[in-house]
């Protein structure tokens, strides 16, 4: 059904940048999430935005340094992380969870529980 596609991981130096992009058909009443899972750990959530598009959440670790949007025009999601150091060294997944079917809402969650459709994951890699 829902089907995510994430792109954009890759290899990159501590300091560095990257921008990730979760791509779908049919976003407007989801939420998006952003999860990652590091080696031997959880998955832990890394960000979200509200089906409306305004509303966002960040992780205390990723804060200042993550910034999740959406364009529903283009069918995506984008994750652009800055300042990436060696501890974001993970698979990223983007997630989703249905809002409403007629209407937005401006709140989200990023607890794994509450996201029903997931996407294979990118590997990011920071190291020098």
């Known amino acids: 059904q829902l089907q995510l596609v994430e792109s954009g991981g890759g290899l990159v130096q501590p300091g560095g940048s990257l921008r990730l992009s979760c791509a779908a058909s049919g976003f407007d009443y989801y939420a998006i999430g952003w999860f990652r899972q590091a080696p031997g750990k959880e998955r832990e959530g890394v960000s979200c935005v509200s089906s409306s598009g305004g509303a966002t959440k960040h992780a205390d670790s990723v804060k200042g340094r993550f910034t999740i949007s959406r364009d529903n025009a283009k069918n995506t999601v984008y994750l652009q992380m800055n300042s990436l150091k060696p501890e974001d060294t993970a698979v990223y997944y983007c997630?989703?969870?249905?809002?409403?079917?007629?209407?937005?809402?401006?709140?989200?969650?990023?607890?794994?529980?509450?996201?029903?459709?997931w996407g294979q994951g990118t590997q990011v890699t920071v190291s020098s």
């Open positions: 997630a989703a969870v249905l809002q409403g079917v007629a209407t937005v809402q401006s709140w989200c969650v990023i607890r794994v529980d509450d996201y029903d459709y």
